[in-house]
Each structure stands twice: as C-alpha cells, then as structure tokens.
C-alpha cells in the first residue's frame, strides 16, 4: 500500500503549465521559471483499510510531502486519495493535492490514477493554483522512479 502512496508522490509536479509566467533559458531550474525540478520526502504516510481486508473500495491515503529543490526545502505537498476501484487486474485512486511553495503560492490537483500491470507515466490534471500560479493549468504526470523526482513545466 505504501508503494501506491510514494508513486503518488511522484505526481506532484510533473508538467504544471499556468498562465502569465515566462522565464529567460538562465533562469529556467529557478522555481519561478517556467521549468524547475522538486523532490520530495514523505513525512507522514496514514492508510485507513475501511471495508474489507487489504485494498478496496473506499480505503483512504492521507499523507504530506516536504518539497525540496536543489536541496533546499521549498514547500509541502498534501495529499488524499481514495480508492475507488480494485480488482487483480486493475486499481483506481481519486486524488487530490496542493503543493504548497513558501512565498511564491499554491498549485492544486485533482484527478483519478489507474494503476495496472502496463501503466505508463500516469497523468493528472491541474485545476488551478494562487500566488504566481494563478490561472494555473495542464497536467501533473507520475514518473514512476526512484527518488522522487518531479519536472514542473509552466506556460503562459
């Protein structure tokens, strides 16, 4: 279960486009520029088995990442899912999360993951943000690797 929870994590911040940002290519890895690169590290994992034993329908996962680029500590990442679907050939998650970045604003998420035996990079839509994110919008994809890595993409 706890597998499912770090793939989630990866979601996060892979492909964030939003409105009015631009970045010249010297600023492009700044958290301000249109492309940067955040890890994460999780910091509180809850999964609540509702139901019947082991993944099912229902079972919930709350859980918060602290957010790092270029090693340094830049935000959090708070997130929920729930399962909605689970069979042996497939698992279904609705997920939210915010991604919290100190100073600069919030980007939210929202979205079902589907998880099987060929599932490529899941994707994520974005449903908006604040601060220099406003007018957020695009897509978050789940790299499945570790460590943790997670490419932001902006676009105006």
Do not use: W
Not at 22 to 45: G, Y
Not at 46 to 73: A, C, M, P, Q, W
Not at 81 to 98: G, I, W
Not at 129 to 138: H, T
Request: aromatic content about 8%.
């Amino acid at each position: 279960m706890r597998q499912a929870a770090r793939s989630f994590a990866v979601v996060v911040a892979a492909g964030v486009m939003a409105f009015g940002m631009a970045a010249s290519p010297a600023a492009a890895h700044d958290l301000d520029s249109d492309r940067f690169r955040v890890t994460t590290r999780t910091i509180s994992d809850v999964y609540i088995d509702v139901g019947k034993k082991g993944r099912s329908v229902g079972d919930l996962n709350i859980f918060t990442d602290r957010l790092f680029h270029r090693g340094e500590r830049v935000g959090r990442n708070d997130v929920r899912c729930e399962v909605t679907q689970a069979t042996k050939r497939l698992y279904q998650r609705q997920c939210t999360a915010t991604m919290s970045f100190r100073g600069r604003g919030q980007i939210a998420v929202q979205g079902v993951l589907t998880f099987n035996r060929r599932s490529p990079d899941l994707v994520l839509p974005i449903t908006g943000g604040s601060g220099i994110y406003v007018g957020a919008e695009g897509t978050i994809r789940v790299i499945q690797q570790f460590p943790v890595r997670i490419q932001v993409r902006l676009r105006d």
